[in-house]
């Protein structure tokens, strides 16, 4: 079976900015992607070139083993970085008009959206004006009306901005369900514990250029499987039998215990039975890299931490509406 | 197919179905039956014009003459008189609400009679003074004019007859100012016939001939000739198009800022390709417009059944003005589109419009030019030029001298190829426009993202 998206050498330039350059790329069907990197990393420009919005000025691609979206447009469900809904048209209506466009049959309609927005908690909204929803609530609509017609790939641009914390659990279950149905995920983010919750598969974009591209599970062992988090038993307790360890390299304190950073080549499921006999431990972990720590080490190579920083409060920052500079 | 017209159902059923638009629909036939009804009623009781008319009168012929052809009962008479001449042409229909005698049309049409009292003054009065109190604002009478007789306006001298100054204060009526002249003829005249000792009834007989109802003769028919038709006709037909074309136009252009404004643009671009979404939104507002002009030309054909004139035009017109519409819609349609993928908002989209604004106005500047001659050299190239030739043929073909056939199905032809070629310019900026957020393109930028795209 071909995958589900395929991207090769693809580059897209607005004056003088390139804003994806030179992309490969391949996401298996049934795979959950997270797309990743900071505003302006050239994530939503790749998204609308899958979707056939825009067109890359070089390269191939491939969606659902079409060479455009627009062959494939009602098997793919897509929420756009930027989204809004018909303010005066009622819920119902509006999941009706683009149900429609998605190929839905109109006696399959009703039951699809009553069911939907059950799912979703909005049961007693389908006769609302869509200006009458909280932006949460007009955030679910829009999701509702990316699934409802059981894609078989879910691009999802930036989801989860602008939800409360409640709301943007919802649309992870949500996330979650599709992905159980079968459908392939692709979502991009600039917020990495949503990709670390989300993904099995990380692509880190950076000035259009892809820096990384590994399942997650390879990621954090490649980039620091010797770290271990440590908390004694007894906070007061001394640490230093711990340093004294042959397999210990480094021990540093962190909040309410400390982190251990083993010698080169020891294995972890061995060394943790030794720490935990040479000081008694309350809580003893490996200790996961972040992908946001992951990210800026590529990145900056280790540089300067005035560009650590930099990068740091870019990933922070809100994906506001931006426009494309042509 | 079908997703392109699922757009156009939703872009008809989204703006037909509005309050705003129905009442936006009536609007136009209700002015119009203010305007028919109301206004000469407000007319007919308005505040009576009264006031002194001062008159210096070296001749001492003129004065006597004018008190009597500026009484209310000669005022009267005069404008009975003159709406019935107006009313010979109009049809049987339109004659029987005015009133065949035209007194009840006169008063319509002109209001109150005014109340004159002519005032003599000295044949050596000072004019200085006398032009002061026209500017004498005290209490009492209003003063309305000042009249100084020529000494040779009733007897000629070596020149020939002499005639009159006359001197108005400001914002005196046009109507109260049009009776003193009208009285002023008369009254010189009267003067200089008893100065020559003619027989005024007997001259008055001589020079009346009544103004009677021509037949217009065609090759099949004869018909009585409605004054006015002629010239309306062409008007009525270049508004229509006006009416279709921009209540569309209008439309395409709010509900494009509205989706991009609301950012709902990109949701549908999911769904459906940006030439998908034109071509949507195209044909539902184009049903809109054809709706509301099928409502205009059902109410003017109703108007011209009830009065009796429906049989003066030539019904082909109308499979022209469609035609004309479709050109003229697609074209300034495409346009108001591609504004509205472009900008932010409407205040945004307003200047941009000015420029189409400017040229869809165009035949408005040259409707009376053109109407009258309607084959002139300068009517038969701006019917060449689009977008305004459809306006510019329209007006031509429901003038009295229709152009010849070639005319017309080149300038359709014109227009068809004009449809093609702003469409095509039109989908390639709305494709790049519709996610364009920020400062709106300059003319230069969409001409670079048409060559590009």
Known sequence: MSAAVLLSGVTKTFGATRAV???????????????????????????????????????????????????AKDRIGYLPEERGVYRKMRVGAFLTYLGRLKGISEGELPGRIRRGLERVGLGDCEGKRCEELSKGMQQKVQFLAAIMHEPDLLILDEPFSGLDPVSARTLRLLVHEEHQRGATILFSTHVMPHAEELCDHVVMMHRGKKVLDDPLSTIRRQYDPRAIRFEPLDRDADLSPLAALPEVERVSQADGGCEILLVNGTNPASAIPRLASAVPAGRIEIARPRLEDIFIRIVTGGSAAADTEVLRAQLHAGAEPKAVPV | MKKILLVAVREFTATVFTRAFV???MLTPAIGAIGATLVPRMMARSVQVQGQIAVVDPTGAVGGELADALSSARITARRTDQTRQVLIQAPESV???????????????LGSVPEFTIVQRPPDADLKLERAWLTDEQAGPRHLALIVIHANAVRAGADGYGEYDLFVPPNVDDRV??????GLREAIIGARIKAQALDRAAIDSLVRVARVKSVTVTKNDQRQTVAGFNMLLPGAFAVLLFIGVMTGGQALLTSTVEEKSSRVIEILLSAVSPMELLAGKLLGQMAVSLLALAFYVG?????????????LFNPWLLVYLLIFFLIAYFVIGAMMLTVGSVVNDMREAQSMMMPIML??????????????????????????????NTFTML????????????????????????VVAVLWCAAKVFRIGLLMYGKPPDFATMIRWIRAA
Request: cysteine-free.
């Open chain 1, 21 to 71: 350059d030179h992309l490969d790329l391949v996401v298996p069907r049934g795979a959950v992607y997270g797309f990743i990197g900071p505003n302006g990393a050239g994530k939503t420009t790749t998204i609308r070139m899958m979707m056939s919005i825009i067109f890359p000025d070089a390269g191939t691609l491939s969606v659902l083993g079409h060479a455009s979206a627009l062959d």
């Open chain 2, 23 to 25: 009442l936006g629909l």
């Open chain 2, 95 to 109: 004659r029987q609400v005015a009133g065949n005698d035209g007194g009840r049309a006169a008063r319509f049409a």
């Open chain 2, 177 to 182: 100012e049009g009776e003193i002249y009208q």
């Open chain 2, 299 to 311: 109410l003017g054909m109703a108007l011209l059944v009830s009065f009796a004139m429906f049989g």
């Open chain 2, 359 to 388: 040229l869809i106005m165009t035949p408005w500047l040259f409707w009376l030019p053109i109407s009258r001659e309607p084959n002139s050299t300068f009517s038969t190239i701006i019917s060449f030029v689009p977008p305004v």
């Open chain 2, 395 to 418: 007006l031509r073909m429901a003038s009295n001298t229709p152009p010849p056939w070639w005319q017309v199905w080149t300038s359709i032809a014109i227009g068809i190829a004009s």
